[in-house]
């Protein structure tokens, strides 16, 4: 591991000049602040905390900052807008914080090639919105949307809702312009569609959690914005007749939806008393909401029926169509609010990310009521069921003593059954400091090996976000 060097108040002076000075901060509760994101403070063994915040305005601002810091030999952990759920954006080593607030503009939308160019501090529903104003629709949408950078959603690949239909955020990202550790200024991509010059560098780029090269630009694909939207409110009796309908949608229906989201019944209820609202049969064993779009109302209403009769046969207890801007906000409040829910009312708890072939996702829901019962803990299960993609949660009481022991089992015994089921550890949220810890039981030396050796060739003296993915 590099022997990083400290930030001096000569280091502070050297980065007021790169910037200016009202783009440094030595400020200690900024500090603070800048230095976490959505993982709670109760599960790191200790307080990490940047030296400095630095707010670059310019790629050439980013890339002489980096230059500097690669010479001086200065841990840099770019940050988005800190929702992530990794601890990926956490100074693990302190040194330099680089924050990309200023960096917030929207280059070009080019409505000819079909793509917007923007910086990485763009929030992400705002690239939403200026699509939308040109009848097109930036498919990314990861629930904390509202809120979360592009810069970020990229780093991480993020998902969301809209996977089975538009893909990951990598799916629409056609080209970046990046800065290396050593400052060197490159793109990879561009606006076309098509590229198989030398080796697929953007992807590379995607979900490498900032651990690379800083990502100062980013072209993302737009495709049209469909006319109608439906929604379906499903619940079911039992959450596995829930689970075992997901897949018959594609399969059976022969329809692909936008979005195919699971809500257990822990999680309704734990969502409605945060909301102060409910949803009708908040008894069910599980709700399914099931979005599919169209340009024709005849067309999207018989695939709604047809989807709706098949949900019916399946063991549905009703079926309700969200045709309405308000029900769909409510419903998509409750499903969006979940996260925030959860740690509103609990500080116990572990938050997973699981990724499994869709097929296998009841046997997951299956196996972790076993494992709960093992560790006498509760769970409140959903998310992405027609991606293959569920946030399990894990729940202790308040009072419960032996809390990180109980809660480190069950993710043991968890991560043992997703790996038989060809599962994966994290779908969306990504590595960072909080999984790194359980990567070798999903990746092989092989593969270990060679993110290591691709790290050596970006970054040799290890600057960039250190101690984050496998090191
Ligand atoms: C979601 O789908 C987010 O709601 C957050 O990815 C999931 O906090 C979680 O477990
Ligand atoms: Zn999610």
New binding site residues.
Partial sequence: MTAFMPVTDKVIEDLCAIVGPHNVSVDEEKRLAYSRDEVGVQFWDRQYCADVVVFPESTEHVSRIMAYANDKVIPVTPRGAGTG?SGGAVPAFGGIIMSFEKMNRILELDLENLTVTVEPGVVTSEIQSVAMKHSLQYAGD??SGDASFIGGNVAENAGGNKVIKYGTTGANVLGLEVVLPSGEITWFGGKRRKDVTGLDLVHLMVGSEGTLGVVTKIILKLVPLQERIVDLLVPFEKVEDAISFVPKVITEAKIVPVALEFMDRRALKIVSRYLGSSLPFDDAGAHLIIQLEGNDPEVLADEYEKVGDMCLESGALEVFVADNRNFREKLWKAR?G??EA?MAFYTKYA?E?ISVPIKEVPALIKAVDEVCRKWDLEAANY??AGDGNV?I?LLAGEDRVDWHEAIEGARIDLYEVTKKLGGTLSG??GIGLKRKKYIGMFLDEAQIRLIKGIKQVFDPKGILNPGKLVE
Avoid: Q, R, S, T
Wanted: charged share 25%; with cysteine.
């Fill in positions: 759920l990861p629930c969006k979940i996260a959860v938050k990310d998310g992405h946030h949660n969306e949220h």
